[in-house]
């Protein structure tokens, strides 16, 4: 037998509690971040724009000025997720997400709700950078694709599970009790969070000694492979005059452009074409994310 079939054969036989008890929390906190931020696209057709006195334009500034907020924290969650504690991110990020949100269900016009949606980017905005960060502490590299794969599920898991709830709430009572249901949901899920994630799997206490084992020596391994390879910093000039990294921002560019444009004004659409209520929008909805 040789020394890669025995390699795969114990990798086999390690204990897998990493998947449940790192991607699961990781990808709920993801499609809260999601229904956070794309709940204002059925709280304005929903009866907000109506009672705040809110234009097409207005409406298209709260959703757009998300994203300004939300460029504060990529660089910092990135590198606090490597050198410090992503898990304490995340969880007072919870929090932030939680208290935004019942505020944003009390705001009386349209100037307080442009500020909490600017306050809810910067919130948001080392979510992904740091996630993204602990799948890696977590997990190979032959596994790491398949774990974010998983993890970037989330937007069309919210999608699905946004659209309808958020009908119904409305059409249950109004759209100040979405906001105030979904902050609720993001105290629930930093409850989750704070006991079952751990930054690395040399502080986790509920793991095997034998996965312990297996993922700080891969890891390490890996690590010293990276160590091994001549690495070249090269200036923030030549950085910025790549063309192939701009052509990169330019498709994520139209890509976010595209989605983020259809899911803040589908619902608005849905509800002009349709003349139903709110819950019929919010199953309408869910068809594309299918």
Not at 140 to 162: C, H, Q, S, W, Y
Request: hydrophobic fraction near 50%; glycine fraction near 10%.
């Amino acid at each position: 037998m040789n020394t890669a079939s025995v390699s795969v054969s114990q990798s086999q036989a390690i204990p897998k509690l990493r998947w449940l008890r790192i991607v699961p929390p990781i990808l709920i906190t993801c499609i809260i971040s999601y229904m956070d931020r794309v709940n204002i696209a059925f709280a304005m057709p929903g009866g907000m724009d109506d009672e705040l006195g809110i234009t097409a334009s207005m409406a298209g500034l709260a959703g757009g000025i998300f994203f300004i907020g939300y460029l504060f924290l990529q660089v910092p969650g990135g590198k606090l997720a490597v050198y410090g504690n992503g898990k304490k991110f995340i969880g007072w990020s919870l929090l932030a997400w939680a208290v935004i949100s019942v505020l944003t269900g009390l705001v009386t016009n349209q100037y307080q709700l442009l500020f909490l949606r600017f306050a809810l980017g910067v919130s948001e905005g080392g979510m992904l950078p740091v996630v993204l960060t602990m799948i890696s502490n977590w997990f190979p590299d032959k596994e790491r694709g398949r774990a974010n794969a998983i993890v970037i599920m989330f937007v069309p898991i919210a999608g699905i599970l946004t659209a309808p709830l958020s009908g119904w709430i409305i059409t249950a009572w109004d759209w100040r009790m979405l906001f105030l249901v979904e902050g609720a949901l993001s105290l629930v899920v930093m409850a989750l969070w704070y006991f079952t994630i751990s930054n690395r799997p040399q502080e986790a206490k509920w793991i095997s000694q034998a996965e312990k084992e297996y993922l700080v020596k891969t890891l390490h391994d890996e690590q010293l492979l990276i160590k091994g390879k001549t690495v070249r910093n090269a200036s923030l000039r030549r950085v910025l005059g790549d063309r192939i990294m701009w052509q990169l921002i330019l498709v994520n560019f139209f890509y976010q452009t595209g989605i983020y444009g259809y899911t803040l004004w589908l619902p608005t659409i849905l509800k002009g074409l349709t003349h139903g209520d709110m819950e019929q929008v919010g199953l309408l909805a869910i068809l594309p994310y299918i």
